[in-house]
């Protein structure tokens, strides 16, 4: 069970012994706030997240407002690990760069992991057009795409700022999907090869042939040891707590250590590149 599910259920759990606590069954409490019986039912098992206005209702109608601060303060830690990314993304996709830019700003070791695309920070802006054009068609976001495009490459100012540690660990499979038109895709792999050599970045690739000990179950990015962000299709998950970030390092560190660089990693590239234009 992931950190998320767990705050939903632990807040759910406590907005169930307040219906108890005031004698109401599931049923009478939902036709006193007019919802269906299945709402509560669905937020107390954690099945469905309460809205702000859900848990004012729901301590109001319960004889509980005095709880309302301290639960609506529970769904504020709930919508920070888990925001959804049409939320995140409702102003278009050069704001949430934006975000991106303060947080990789402030943070003096970045550590990232990706199993199926070119990191943001490494990508050419032909490339980034591509991913961030499939975001604004999956999400049905404003059209944005061109400022999109001038955020992410500003984003990439961080790989040249001195005293910074930028580790990338990515795995053949992001070399080889076509994600893109072919002139793209090549541009960006020639790209790759030359952040190979820069003394600033570290780039890893792990190979096909790569005995694994850790599964790549999915991308994720490391700020400090403060926090972890995981992107999934529909949301953004941030973990914050000491025990996850950990994890998170020592998955991490398993997966670079399987990881070619250098001239190897220039290598592992260079065949991706002549087999994609042969």
Same mark, same amino acid.
């Given at each position: ?63 509980? *407002?005095?709880?309302? +601060? /301290?639960?609506?303060?529970?769904? #504020? %830690?709930? @919508? ?6 049409? !939320? &995140? ?43 961030? *054009?499939?975001?604004? +068609? /999956?999400?049905?976001?404003?059209? #944005? %795409?061109? @400022? ?6 500003? !984003? &990439? ?122």
């Amino acid at each position: 069970m992931t950190r998320v599910q767990e705050a939903r259920e632990g807040l759910g759990r406590e907005l169930r012994e307040a219906r108890k606590g005031s004698g109401y069954t599931g049923t009478a409490l939902a036709e006193l706030l007019g919802w269906p019986q299945s709402k509560v039912s669905k937020i107390e098992t954690g099945r469905q997240t309460p809205t702000r206005e859900d848990i004012l209702a729901w301590t109001q109608a319960t004889g509980r *407002a005095g709880e309302a +601060e /301290r639960l609506l303060a529970r769904l #504020d %830690v709930l @919508e920070t690990m888990y925001a959804e990314w049409r !939320r &995140q993304l409702g102003a278009g996709t050069s704001a949430r760069q934006r975000q991106s830019i303060s947080l990789e700003a402030a943070a003096k070791h970045i550590r990232a992991f990706e199993t199926t695309v070119i990191p943001g920070l490494l990508q050419t802006p032909d490339y980034a057009r591509h991913r961030l *054009a499939q975001s604004i +068609e /999956r999400h049905g976001l404003p059209n #944005d %795409v061109d @400022e999109g495009v001038r955020v992410r490459m500003q !984003r &990439q100012e961080v790989l040249y700022r001195p005293g910074k540690r930028l580790h990338f660990v990515l795995t053949e499979a992001a070399l080889r999907y076509r994600l893109c038109p072919v002139e793209v895709m090549a541009g960006q792999l020639d790209r790759l090869v030359s952040l190979c050599a820069m003394r600033t970045v570290h780039v890893g690739v792990i190979g096909f042939d790569a005995e694994l000990t850790e599964s790549p179950k999915h991308g994720f990015w490391i700020f400090d040891d403060k926090r972890v962000l995981v992107e999934t299709i529909g949301a953004e998950l941030t973990l914050t707590q000491p025990q996850e970030i950990a994890l998170y390092g020592r998955v991490f560190d398993k997966l670079a250590a399987t990881a070619s660089y250098g001239a190897a990693a220039r290598k592992l590239i260079t065949c991706a590149l002549d087999d994609l234009t042969r």
